[in-house]
């Protein structure tokens, strides 16, 4: 038998289709308005720029190394425990912690079948199989998901909202999942966009995982909080678990600009508030206005849409996507999710929206007649 030449990853490694993040240039284009990431188009809190700004004096020192005031603040906000609160360099760090303690080598992990790739990636990074459920009109389904629960299983992910969809389950939903699920299988509610969320029937998961011990809530401050740059994001989870994982995550996974900048931003209540109500009425009109079109949009509790653009007269979602960035108008192919026939527009500012709707407006003319 030869031996390797070089070293050779393992094999769930090498199975990793990486991860590609939304566009954000198009050649030639004067003006880019990027639609393609989901970040907020109301920018950060202006406290929280100015706290960033302040760390700057503190370069040389290491950031705490349990971000204990930035747990503390999120801890005051929604009234938790800040012991069961552990904060990562955006949920990815924490969703791929809890995969690494959790799943092993022929481990099982569900995921939906247009959920979040980190999922895929986590688990097989961790050695894990990934084992997908189908959903019922781009919705996660519950008796999709425990039918494929085995007794190898050990981790669910449900994005509630999910993206890319911008769907939802009620909370009931979720708890029913909970019930079901054997008690050593952990339930990770990945709730990324809760706090755009509108609906009186749903949950970001916080009371199930107080009374649980097998649910955590995974949350960010990429989305409405607008620092998406800085890398933060945060788990609640039962004692046991947060103690797995901090045995493994890195020392200082937090930076000291993040923590100031998060906290700064966690108590600037009227900047979330601006960012909910822009969010809330630019999601009706651009919903309404691109229906209007005739074209298909899946309702969404996001801060974004997911565009369906079939097939027609020769041109598709990807020839919508090249005329959008023609115009400076990037948005997101969802291919990699299993959508190929679909684009997400993510809510910007006034100016982008109606330009964006005024782009569709004429591909719509061109996809007619072509």
Known sequence: MMSATRPIPRASVLAIEAYVPGKSAAPGVAKI????????????????????????QKLELYPDGSATRLRE???????????RIVCGNGSDDLLHLLTSAYVGPGDEGIFT??????????????GGVPVVADETNLTADVDAILARVTPRTKIVFLANPNNPTGTYIPYEEVKRLHAALPKNVLLVLDA??????????YSAGIELVSESENVVMTRTFSKIYGLANLR???????AHVCDAINRIRGPFNLN????????????????IEKSIAHNEQWLAWLTAEIVGLGLEV?????????????LRNGKNAKDADAFLASRGLILRNVASYGLPDYLRLTVGTE?????????LRDFVKEWARA
């Open 33 to 56: 308005y990027k639609l393609s990431s989901n970040e907020s188009p109301l920018g950060a809190s202006p406290a929280a720029i100015e706290a960033f700004r302040a760390l700057a």
């Open 73 to 83: 603040a999120i801890a005051a906000r929604y009234g938790l425990d800040a012991s």
């Open 113 to 126: 079948a247009h959920g979040f790739l980190v999922y895929r990636i986590a688990i097989l990074a961790a």
């Open 192 to 201: 990324a966009y809760a706090e755009y969320v509108r609906r009186n029937d």
């Open 232 to 238: 933060i994001g945060w788990c609640y989870a039962p």
């Open 256 to 271: 000291g600009a993040a923590i100031e900048a998060g906290i700064a931003a966690m108590q600037d209540s009227a900047h």
């Open 298 to 310: 899946t309702p969404s509790v996001g801060n974004f849409l997911l565009v369906h653009i079939p």
């Open 351 to 359: 100016e982008a929206n109606r330009l964006v709707v005024a782009a």
